[in-house]
T-cell receptor
Framework: DTGVSQNPRHKITKRGQNVTFRCDPISEHNRLYWYRQTLGQGPEFLTYFQNEAQLEKSRLLSDRFSAERPKGSFSTLEIQRTEQGDSAMYLC????????????FGPGTRLLVL | AQSVTQLDSQVPVFEEAPVELRCNYSSSVSVYLFWYVQYPNQGLQLLLKYLSGSTLVKGINGFEAEFNKSQTSFHLRKPSVHISDTAEYFCAVINTGGFKTIFGAGTRLFVKA
């Protein structure tokens, strides 16, 4: 068990460019979450996968955001036409299949949009 | 819908003093309650959680929290803090039948020598 990993750890991009982040959850975890965290705030829920199915998408996620989890393993979060307001830490977490289960967080990907 | 309020954004305290970090929540349905800690440049990790049963929950590193249903609170306590407890602490709730976790804004605990 190597924990949840996220790549890249840091990303600097210019406004209007597309970026993609990857999350590798703990292998036996079927739940996978994406959160966004800005300075001085707690993580904000973005989206959730149960295996390969995306079951919920926050209103925070505009049409420029898309997430996938092919085959129920790793997940990607893509942001198209980035805006300066997208600058944040993007966190991924995974857990076993019930709400009572602990979520294990990755180290995050810090995005800076210039 | 659920919400979480952490009443203190920053808590400075001297080493070996007791500390309480306050958390209040709002929900129309049953929830599970969590405290996570985020050390500088690290990911969030679980301190403790309340699922059911005894309202006093013990976690790692000497922390404990008490669930109070009537006051809708889940305050975190430690009788004697160490410098190494300096971190950001997040209270979170999740619907017992759901998946959407709501986090508070966090409390930055700063332990001074």
């Amino acid at each position: 068990d190597t924990g949840v990993s996220q790549n890249p750890r840091h990303k600097i991009t210019k406004r209007g460019q597309n970026v993609t982040f990857r999350c590798d959850p703990i292998s036996e975890h079927n739940r996978l979450y994406w959160y966004r965290q800005t300075l001085g705030q707690g993580p904000e829920f973005l989206t959730y996968f149960q295996n390969e199915a995306q079951l919920e998408k926050s209103r925070l996620l505009s049409d420029r955001f898309s997430a996938e989890r092919p085959k129920g393993s790793f997940s990607t979060l893509e942001i198209q036409r980035t805006e300066q307001g997208d600058s944040a830490m993007y966190l991924c977490a995974s857990s076993l299949g019930q709400a009572r289960e602990t979520q294990y967080f990755g180290p995050g990907t810090r995005l800076l949009v210039l | 819908a659920q919400s979480v309020t952490q009443l203190d954004s920053q808590v400075p305290v001297f080493e070996e003093a007791p500390v309480e970090l306050r958390c209040n929540y709002s929900s129309s349905v049953s929830v599970y309650l969590f405290w996570y800690v985020q050390y500088p440049n690290q990911g969030l990790q679980l301190l403790l959680k309340y699922l059911s049963g005894s309202t006093l929950v013990k976690g790692i590193n000497g922390f404990e929290a008490e669930f109070n249903k009537s006051q809708t609170s889940f305050h975190l306590r430690k009788p004697s803090v160490h410098i190494s407890d300096t971190a950001e602490y997040f209270c979170a709730v999740i619907n017992t039948g759901g998946f959407k976790t709501i986090f508070g804004a966090g409390t930055r605990l700063f332990v001074k020598a």
